[in-house]
């Protein structure tokens, strides 16, 4: 090997044992310098992609999306009269919390966001959507469809327009969570490979006499810090009995080839 | 050829910028036309290995930047046993595995037979992923491969390949623009035969 060589080939591996020993915070920073970089690209592709969609929708036949529009309108309508009594109760709910001494008051906001990626990377199940740090969306929130959780955010883009979503059926995605009518308890996370089909949940940790049985909910825990408690995950379809534990395969209650809109779950103080 | 190393390391950043709007084919267990890949490889058989290497670095760092996942968050009492991610820069080594690789061919592209490059490339692409995901099950523990998984591997590489003319035609157009023969040994062969 000629010397050159030899001396590039050096510079590269140490290049690559530099990269390898960066931390997950200057790894952030990397990825954020990335995306600003791409940021003007990808909002460009994300434009012509909304105009080839309307133009698209354009063609679509004009009564039926006068009807679909008139539904949608009645029932943004009884929505917002549901919201407004919906505020009134929790405000009313915080000040007799207030009023008993309850050590915290559970208030939330939501955030919609629309669908804008589908599974941007090879092996990782996420999806980005349109809303970021400009409108509140923090790293490690959750986010959920009219059906149950979705995932939880991962990455925020620089620009604060994006962000990056880790579905509930990706392996790294874990929740705390419990059966209904059950003492039972576990984590549930997505399985390694689950692209196709209707990918299911692994529950994880149940006891070994567990007498969980399909058809029961699964809910989150609401401990571990990420998600809030009561949200429906899925149900469950099988249970497989160990020695030491047993594992039960959950169904999600969301449609995840089917994702639009979601909403990501704020803190009322953010 | 200063002037096309310095041009295929623009080429390999546009590819990170069309990736972007490359999307899985749902249909094809999720399969995709990984063309930073691609389009790396291909440079890869007609530069020498220090631009190589060059490319692979900055292929390798720029996909890791746009792949990785963050830290796990959550409380680890609760979470005890966290799945473990990817560190940042393994596709650094992978990139100039598979760069070695293509240079081992080097001399039939420099001959004019860009066809086995253009097949390595589909097989290389089809380590990479087999590598990457073995990575991946070696850091998460429990090997599982499905069927799926390894279509999804047969037809990433597949996809891929039918599209490395088209990147080998470009770096062919590049080259002569750049007045750089990128098959010297083919270019002699054709004037002798004049």
Known sequence: ?270 | MIRYSFITILLLLAAFVVQQFLPAFTGLHHSRILLVQLVFLCCAVTVGQRTMLVLAFIGGFFWDAQCALGPHGGDPEVYTQQVESLRFGYSILLFGGMGLLMQGIQPLFQQGKWQFSAMLSGIAVMLYLAAEYAIINFVRGDFVLNWATLLQIVYTSVLTMLFSPLVFWMLFRISSACDHSINPEAGRRCRRAY
């Open chain 1, 1 to 270: 090997m000629k010397p050159l060589n030899l001396i590039a080939l050096l510079l590269f591996l140490g290049g690559a044992v530099w990269a390898l020993t960066r931390s997950d915070r200057t790894v952030r920073e990397i990825q954020n310098a990335y995306y600003s970089a791409m940021s003007p690209f990808l909002k460009s592709g994300s434009k012509m992609e909304t105009q080839a969609r309307a133009f698209l929708g354009e063609t679509h036949h004009s009564k039926a999306l006068e009807a679909e529009l008139e539904s949608t309108r009645e029932q943004l309508g009884r929505l917002r009269l549901i919201e407004s009594r919906f505020r009134a109760l929790e405000y009313e709910n915080v000040q007799l919390r207030h009023a008993l001494d309850f050590k915290k008051a559970t208030t939330f906001d939501v955030v919609a966001a629309r669908v804008i990626r589908r599974n941007p990377t090879t092996w990782w199940q996420t999806v980005e959507i349109d809303a970021g740090s400009k409108r509140g969306v923090g790293t490690q929130l959750a986010v959920l469809s009219n059906q149950g959780l979705v995932g939880k955010i991962d990455r925020i883009d620089n620009g604060g327009e994006r962000s990056s979503v880790l579905l509930l059926t990706d392996e790294k995605c874990q929740v705390s969570v419990r059966i209904e009518n059950s003492p039972e308890v576990g984590i549930l996370s997505g399985q390694r490979g689950g692209f196709d089909g209707d990918p299911m949940l692994r529950l994880k940790f149940l006891s070994a006499n567990t007498s969980v049985h399909s058809g029961q909910r699964v809910f989150t825990t609401g401990r571990g810090g990420t998600f809030k408690a009561n949200i429906l995950l899925g149900t469950i379809d099988s249970v497989e009995k160990g020695a030491l534990d047993s594992e039960a395969l959950v169904r999600p209650s969301v449609n995840f080839a089917d994702l639009g809109a979601v909403f990501v779950l704020l803190d009322a103080d953010s």
